[in-house]
């Protein structure tokens, strides 16, 4: 078992020179006017089916059969970097290739770029050792190897690789490093005959085991491996021949052990104790293995310098990749950014008596709101069984609220836990002029060990329907500011307070002087059910350039993953123009942001704008497979400033970095912040200038004024609204005000 990577004071992790950098690997070489052949695909009979996914498939084919980078060139059309020879069968359909012509490829042409990218992922496929790692697929890559290890489990490094070429020709691996868990017992080993493991989730061991398969243990069976299962008309052991490994069902024949009952999908088999392993969810590992969990937890979270490190090791274990002549270096590299510093100087968050700030929680505690809701009223909402909460928190909340300059009028209620019932007639004991509502309920969990109704979404739901928006907190939160005596310079009480104004109507900050023209930005997302996997609805939100004004709306019924020209359309009147007249607000030029992939869904956006006056800009945010961005200071990596970006002006997009310090320091639980990915689509504002906008709207979620979050709030309030949808606290179509669902 290896060591953890080195990060040893005195070592250098890299000859880069101090700076901020994207932890991105890069080529030696460029890929500068690769010379390929287009080839022709002959199909006996032609195809019936989907034509380009058919020469998709064929491409890969044909890769696979010549061990050399092959990619599609349109319709039954492939490209490929050296001589294409041989017949290969598609779908059952037998594939001849014809030489057309010769093409040389420039990766300034961004088709041409992206088909380089496509030989680059396959070349490097047959780069990556298979006697050092487990891979299908370059974005799921693991190492041999744990770096951890208990009786039962152990913890493994896991890369997922992705590419990208600059215009110049320079290959960027983005290497993301992170632990996967292995369980390393199978279950005759991990339970006896004595002992129930109903419930749990197990998978096949894929050592022991040709097959893939998973599903959860419905106790012992009565049954044992060389038994007759009427059902199938074998036993388990004339099943498994020519899937399970040989050796091991000649000594399973001998031993006739008991099997398991285990549910596959809706069917319920009968299985091998020793052809199963725990399915590593960490719940299971909580629960079998506590000391792992815990070191499992505490190491998952990786800082810079470990993260480099990881990406360093992997990128120095690749072969080199013979057909495109390209070797790795770690990086860290900026090739093919601007690097730009938004935050800079400049204060553009405006508080009390228009002061400026750098950060929200800093304006808050030394100037306060930028504006208060004037004479308003907040209920504290406690359970009638928690004296002390109900007799010190109210105080809390009135002290707190002057402290950042918004007094108002705090009374206490009270409601008894238990059947939902209790919960729904709550609305109606409040006085009429209650704004807002700070309810405390019980930790997650802890109502069904008492036998009662969580309250958390009725409470939510039935005051919502009332318009009276609701600040939720649990019991173990409170206690803790009581028996700290919290005021403003406590986090957990400071974004209570921030939410509180801002659902009672105030401005706790702003933007001042956003950069750029746009009037508007509306975030457009997809909900879908976690358990179905089937998409439920869109949904968007809309602020204005300040930052303070905001509504938001949710559809059901959206198929797929893309928006109609008819929910843009809804979304638009409803949320842009309908809103803005109502704040006396034109709007000249629009924002959309797309959570996601644009894309696939930009026809539709697009139809659904026109008749729109308006200039628009169509901006695409993308959370996963970002590089991440640190600071490094000539011998190791370290947490960065937030407020960075990485723009590349000829691409079109930029990564930007907007979590990291001052709020998230380098002894953080965290581990390196995340970045997400701008990307123009179409419209006037240049991308830097898209950027800078993004990052500042990430600076006044009024709900988390100590962290702010990596993502611009549009993109982030479309997706709560979703869930205000889909949890029933508002009806599809509802047009929601304010920032109820933050």
């Not at 250098?12 to 287009?38: F, K, W």
């Not at 007639?425 to 997650?444: G, M, N, Q, S």
């Not at 011998?635 to 001052?662: C, L, M, N």
């Not at 998230?664 to 995340?674: F, L, M, R």
Request: glycine share 8%.
């Amino acid at each position: 078992m290896s060591e953890v990577p080195s990060t040893d004071p005195l070592s250098q992790q890299s000859s880069a020179e101090p700076g901020t950098y994207l932890l991105n690997a890069y080529s030696r070489s460029q890929l500068n006017d690769v010379s390929v052949t287009q080839y022709r695909l002959n199909v006996d009979g032609g195809v019936s089916g989907d034509r380009t996914a058919f020469t998709a498939s064929a491409a890969y084919s044909l890769d696979q059969e010549h061990g050399t980078p092959v990619s599609t060139a349109g319709t039954m059309r492939v490209l490929s970097a050296t001589s294409l020879s041989h017949t290969v069968y598609v779908w059952g359909q037998r594939v001849e290739v014809v030489e057309e012509k010769k093409i040389t490829l420039n990766p300034e042409n961004p088709r041409e770029r992206e088909t380089l990218r496509d030989f680059v992922q396959s070349c490097l496929r047959r780069a990556v050792p298979d006697e050092k790692y487990d891979y299908k697929f370059i974005n799921e890559i693991v190492r041999r190897e744990p770096e951890f290890t208990s009786k039962k489990f152990a913890a493994h490094p896991k890369y997922e690789l992705s590419i990208q070429i600059t215009n110049s020709g320079t290959v960027l691996a983005h290497v993301e490093s992170g632990y996967t868990l292995r369980s390393r017992m199978t279950l005759d080993e991990l339970y006896t005959k004595s002992e129930n493991p109903r419930g749990m989730k197990a998978a096949h061991d894929p050592e022991r085991y040709s097959r893939e398969g998973q599903g959860w243990l419905r106790g012992w069976s009565d049954l044992h491996y060389n038994d007759l299962i009427e059902d199938a008309g074998a036993s388990i052991a004339e099943m498994h021949e020519g899937v399970a490994d040989e050796e091991w069902r000649q000594k399973l024949i001998q031993e006739n052990p008991r099997l398991l009952k285990i549910k596959y999908g809706s069917n319920i088999r009968n299985q091998a104790p020793h052809f199963l392993k725990l399915a590593p969810r960490i719940e299971q590992v909580k629960d079998e293995d506590y000391d792992f969990f815990q070191r499992f937890m505490s190491r998952r979270s990786m800082m810079p310098g470990e993260k480099f490190e990881y990406t360093k090791e992997f990128i120095e274990n690749l072969s080199w990749l013979p057909v495109l002549e390209l070797e790795f270096e770690p990086g860290p590299t900026n090739d093919g950014y601007d690097r730009i510093d938004i935050r800079g100087t400049r204060d553009r968050l405006i508080f009390q008596n228009s002061t400026p700030a750098n950060n929200p929680s800093t304006g808050l505690r030394q100037s306060g709101v930028y504006q208060s809701p004037g004479q308003y009223r907040i209920g504290v909402l406690v359970p009638e069984a928690w004296d002390d909460i109900q007799q010190e928190f109210p105080g809390l909340i009135t002290k707190g609220l002057a402290e950042i300059q918004a007094p108002g009028g705090v009374t206490k209620y009270e409601y008894e836990l238990g059947d939902i019932s209790n919960y729904t007639p709550i609305a109606h004991r409040l006085h009429d002029e209650t704004e807002v509502v700070v309810a405390v309920v019980p930790d997650e969990g802890a109502s069904e060990q008492f036998g009662i109704e969580d309250p958390h979404h009725e409470v939510k739901r039935t005051l919502m329907r009332q318009g009276v928006p609701t600040q939720m907190t649990t019991k173990s939160t409170v206690d803790e500011l009581i028996k700290l005596g919290a005021d403003i310079g406590n986090d957990k009480m400071l974004n209570i307070l921030s939410a509180v104004v801002g659902k009672a109507g105030g401005t706790p900050w702003h933007i001042h002087n956003l950069p750029g023209e746009t009037d508007a930005f509306m975030g457009l997302d997809v909900s879908h059910d976690q358990s179905s996997g089937k998409h439920t609805g869109a949904s968007a939100s809309v602020v204005l350039s300040d930052g303070t004004t905001y509504a938001a709306e949710s559809t059901v019924g959206q198929s797929g993953e893309e928006f109609s020209a008819e929910h843009v359309q809804q979304f638009v009147r409803d949320l842009v123009f309908d809103f803005a007249m109502d704040q006396g607000t034109e709007i000249n030029r629009l924002c959309i942001m797309r959570d996601g992939k644009v894309p696939e869904d930009i026809d539709a956006i697009q139809d659904g704008l026109r008749g729109v006056s308006a200039e628009i800009d169509i901006v695409g945010v993308r959370k996963s497979g970002q590089p991440r961005v640190a600071e490094y200071d000539g011998t190791h990596f370290q947490v960065a400033e937030k407020g960075i970006a990485f723009v590349s002006d000829k691409q079109g997009y930029a990564i930007v970095h907007g979590s990291g310090k001052p709020e998230i320091k380098d002894d953080n639980s965290v581990g390196t912040p995340q970045t997400y990915r701008i990307t123009q689509h179409s419209g006037p504002t240049d991308i830097e200038t898209l950027a800078r906008q993004a990052y500042w709207l990430s600076e006044v979620h009024i709900g988390s004024p100590v962290r702010s979050p990596r993502l611009p709030i549009p993109i982030e309030y479309a997706d709560k609204a979703a869930g205000y949808v889909s949890d029933e606290i508002v009806s599809p179509g509802t047009v929601i005000k304010g920032p109820a669902y933050i």
